[in-house]
Each structure stands twice: as structure tokens, then as C-alpha cells.
């Protein structure tokens, strides 16, 4: 999968839902946009499932991504946040699968190891690292985290399906100093 591609990344939730969108480029993420959708002044639950399926289907339909990489439910001790979470991925899934957008879904603490190392890492530093990593301006960063975890969804699909470009090859020393006779004294 080194072709140039688009890869939306969305961070489910019904409070907040983030999303980054990151452009493969002659294999080297670029990012495309990175933004949330603040659903907390809806009172009611179905109506904010609404707006992320209706989010999800505008950003497809502007973006054209090739694929749609997802943060899985994790388990918590709240029966009804989990509930509601499940849902806000369902609808987001759902809206990518009427797109007939392929679908890849990773685990938060999947994502987090390959952004920062840690399974454990904060929201924080999975940002900090998304800042360092693609090189994005202090300016361009938002304040809402759940958008740099949209995004770190979309790098971690990358990090998983690219096929990293070899120059060369070699069967050990002796070939490698065959290879590069300017390299070694």
C-alpha cells in the first residue's frame, strides 16, 4: 500500500468527536486537516448520532479519503459510556460503509504505542509527538486533544499498512562493504 492515498482518521465519541485527515504523499504522511465536532450542547442522544453520521458522510464526500481508520471502544467500567461510545462508532462506521469507504479499526492503546511508544501515553503527548513527527506549526495545533487523536488514528493506519521503501538490500558485511566501498575505511 505505498500508492499516494487519503486516510481519515476519527476519534468516536458523543460529547466529542475528533477527526484528522492525512495525505500519503510519495509515501510520507502529510496532514490534510484535523478539526472535532463538539456535540455536548445536543440534550438529545439520537440527535447526536445524527450529526457524527452526517459529520462523517460531509468529510467523506469533501475529502474523498481511501480509507477510514477508527478508534475502537475500549473497555471501561461504565456500562452506559460504553454504550454510548459503541454507538458513536457504529454511526461513524456506518456512514463510511454507505461510502463504501474500507474500514480499519485499532485499539487506543495500538494507536498510542505507534505514535509515541507507550500504550500508557496521555492525550498530550500523543499530540506532541503528532506535532514533532509531521511537522506541524504551533498554530496549526488545536486545543480540542480529540482531534490530534483523530489524527493519531490516520498515522497509526499508515504506520500499519505502509511497506517501508528499501534502497538497498544486503546479505550481511561483506556485501553491504561491497555495495559502498566509499563508506569504510
Known amino acids: 500500500m505505498s500508492k499516494d492515498r487519503v ?27 484535523m478539526g472535532f465536532l463538539q456535540l455536548n450542547k445536543y440534550d438529545d442522544h439520537y440527535l447526536r448520532l445524527r450529526r457524527i453520521f452526517e459529520r462523517v458522510i460531509s468529510l467523506i464526500d469533501e475529502y474523498h479519503p481511501d480509507e477510514l481508520a477508527i478508534e475502537a471502544p475500549f473497555f471501561g467500567k461504565n456500562v452506559q459510556s460504553m454504550l454510548k461510545l459503541g454507538r458513536a462508532q457504529g454511526v461513524a462506521i456506518a456512514a463510511a460503509l454507505s461510502r463504501d ?21 496521555s492525550k498530550e503527548q500523543v499530540s506532541g509527538m503528532l506535532q514533532r513527527i509531521l511537522h506541524i506549526p504551533e498554530e496549526h495545533m488545536l486545543t480540542q486533544l480529540d482531534a490530534t487523536d483523530g489524527l493519531a488514528a490516520a498515522l497509526c493506519h499508515f504506520y500499519q499498512t505502509n511497506k517501508p521503501v528499501q534502497e538497498k538490500s544486503y546479505t550481511g558485511w561483506k556485501d553491504f562493504i561491497n555495495k559502498n566501498p566509499g563508506k569504510v575505511r
Open 7 to 33: 486516510i481519515l482518521g476519527i476519534d468516536p465519541g458523543t460529547i466529542v468527536m475528533g477527526y484528522g485527515l492525512l495525505h500519503i504523499v510519495d509515501n510520507k504522511p502529510v496532514v490534510g486537516t
Open 101 to 121: 469507504l474500507p474500514i480499519y479499526e485499532y485499539a487506543p492503546l495500538k494507536i498510542k504505542m505507534s505514535i509515541t511508544g507507550s500504550g500508557s501515553a
